[in-house]
């Protein structure tokens, strides 16, 4: 049992570690709160002023949030879609007595460990360019006009570059689920003739309830951060997200007022999710 | 027993499998090939796959014209150095967490992980305009502690879940014994502890290195780390697509062997432990 000493060290250990988290939390929180609160442009230096709401009014009457909020969300939705489908199936393909598995898996996890700015400008160029890019070959060689990606769609190609990345972390951890499963169970699903949709169903869905919400969470938070691929694919005009907002409205056009409030709307949004997700691992604790 | 599965049921999923794996694999592959051409072969239409003049001139011309080597040096810096800080702090924590749980124990682990969720665009204003002032923006110092603030917590957490699986009865035998804590630390509880030690220092070196959001944001030649030095390769003028392929597999190769590697670590730290 826990002595009177031990009890102490274990305080000691775990302080400096809660010491940091919490200046780090509660520092830049404070300061992006009062900073949304002023009139303040870098390029205005000590003219500061306190203005209250407006920054959130101006915000909240400037069309290119409403763009940027409406982006961050199709973004998030429409890469979990993808990753949650295709993982879900890809998972059940690797599942499958398959010769040379291990390499197939090296190759389809492979994706989720490309540094975000070569993968953007791998998909930007090699793929995606109207004239050269792979794709545009592809699609002239079977007649089609090839899509100029980035001037036509440029969020649908934003969103097929990041969905190529988190498609992987979703099928390694529904993989890991589905082989958790119990091997007995699977065999007597197989002896009895259980046709596969009723085993899908029955079996496997049930199962991977949680892993897939596990999933959905931890990606919604990553994904609402997404940056790289829209900063350096030069498409924040047309498909910026928040966090691409906030960094033109702050560092761009040096409106730190305005890049906080935007930067307050994210942290808002993030929390949402992160309550879910945080009971959510908080009950797995338990069990 | 192995299952006994039919050989046409066999077939079709293993050509399936490895026709998918594949073309998840081709963009990852494509930009390796396309590192040895020429810039000329890497622009032609209709493409060229294998056939071509194979020449490693790209890799020399990187190195030459961008001082490549200190990209590499500052990433290995930023994402090796952040790390350890980070163990650092997290071990101790861990520990104390694992072995001698206190009433708060719980909630101060959702805690740590809640901080995780603050999206960096709520604190990138304040923080760039502190480093401004404190001198520094593209400073390494200044990135290593953003990096390590960043992962501190799934380092706690990764390293809470491995050190909950040691048994507790053997550092309670160690005492028994008479040893004394230190003892306990070094001849017991450090062995047992090392692998989980290690997995999650790899993982986090691998979320360190393609960290792109403050390394971008807050670096602009001296501490940049790879991130940038390939963001650096998005104006147009720079466009050199053999180059860029050249550039982009150094970046990429040293962390694609050791994330195979990883794989399992990976599950269990970005889930939290969730999913194991």
Request: proline share 5%; glycine share 6%; net charge neutral.
């Given at each position: ?115 975000p700015t070569v993968s953007a400008l791998v998909w930007k160029n090699m793929f995606m360019h109207p004239?050269s890019g792979l794709f545009a ?11 100029d990606w980035f001037a036509?769609y440029p969020?649908?190609a934003v969103?097929i570059m990041?969905?190529w ?63 790289a691929e829209i900063y350096v694919t030069g498409s924040?005009?047309?498909a ?48 | ?26 963009p990852?592959?494509?930009t ?198 390939i963001a650096?390769y998005s104006s147009p003028?720079?466009l050199?697509w053999?180059?860029l392929?050249?550039?982009s ?28």
């Open positions: 049992m826990a002595t009177q000493q031990t009890r102490l060290l274990g305080k000691l250990a775990v302080a400096p570690s809660v010491i940091v988290l919490f200046l780090w939390m509660i520092v830049p929180l404070a300061l992006t709160i009062y900073f949304s609160l002023l009139r303040y442009n870098l390029l205005d230096p000590g003219n500061e002023s306190f203005v209250g709401f407006f920054n959130y009014e101006y915000f909240l009457s400037d069309p290119a949030f409403f763009a940027a909020i409406g982006n961050s969300l199709k973004l998030v939705f429409a890469v979990l879609a993808i990753s949650i489908v295709g993982g879900t199936l890809l998972a059940l393909l690797l599942d499958q007595a398959i010769v040379g598995r291990n390499i197939v898996r090296l190759m389809v996890i492979a994706p989720f460990f490309i540094m004239v070959w592809l699609m002239k060689s079977v007649g089609l006009e090839p899509i036509q969020l649908t969103i990041v969905a990345q988190w498609l992987p972390f979703a099928t390694l951890i529904l993989l890991t689920a589905i082989q958790s499963l119990d091997e007995e169970q699977k065999e007597a699903a197989e002896m009895d003739g259980t046709p596969p949709i009723s085993y899908f169903y029955y079996i496997v869905l049930p199962h991977l309830a949680r892993p897939i919400t596990v999933v959905i969470l931890i990606e919604t938070i990553f994904l609402l951060n997404v940056f924040g005009g047309p910026g997200n928040l966090p691409y907002l906030v960094y033109f409205q702050g560092l761009l056009n040096f409106d730190v007022g305005g890049a906080s409030a935007g930067g307050i709307v994210a942290v808002v949004l993030a929390n949402i999710v992160a309550f879910f997700l945080i009971r959510m691992i908080g009950r797995n604790l338990e069990g | 027993m192995a299952r006994a599965v039919s050989v046409r049921r066999r077939t079709i999923a293993t050509a399936a499998a490895w026709l998918i794996g594949f073309l998840i694999f081709f990852i592959l494509w390796i090939i396309t590192s040895f051409k020429t810039e000329l072969e890497a622009f032609s239409t209709p493409p060229k796959f294998l056939f071509f003049e194979w020449t490693t001139e790209n890799y020399g011309i990187v190195q030459e014209r961008s001082n490549y080597l200190r990209f590499v040096s500052n990433s290995l810096i930023l994402s090796i150095g952040s790390t350890l800080v980070a163990l650092l702090f997290a071990i101790p924590a861990a520990w104390a967490m694992a072995f001698a749980p206190a009433k708060r124990t719980k909630d101060l682990l959702m805690w740590m992980l809640s901080t995780k969720m603050m999206p960096p665009v709520g604190a990138l204003i304040p923080v760039y305009l502190i480093f401004r002032d404190m001198g520094l923006l593209d400073s390494r110092g200044g990135l290593i502690a953003v990096l390590f603030l960043m992962n501190l917590p799934i380092i706690v957490w990764m390293l809470y879940t491995y050190f909950k699986e040691i048994p507790g009865e053997i550092l309670e035998a160690a005492r028994m014994d008479g040893a004394s804590l230190w003892k306990e630390l070094v001849y017991v509880l450090a062995p047992m502890a090392v692998p989980g030690i290690a997995s999650t220092l790899l993982l986090n070196v691998i979320l360190a290195w393609n960290e792109a959001f403050w390394t971008l944001n807050l670096t602009t030649s001296a501490a940049a780390p790879l991130t940038a030095f650096s003028e720079g050199f053999a180059k392929s050249a550039a597999t150094m970046a990429i190769a040293p962390i694609l062997v050791l994330g195979w590697f990883a794989q399992k670590q990976l599950v269990r730290g970005l889930t939290f432990g969730a999913v194991k």
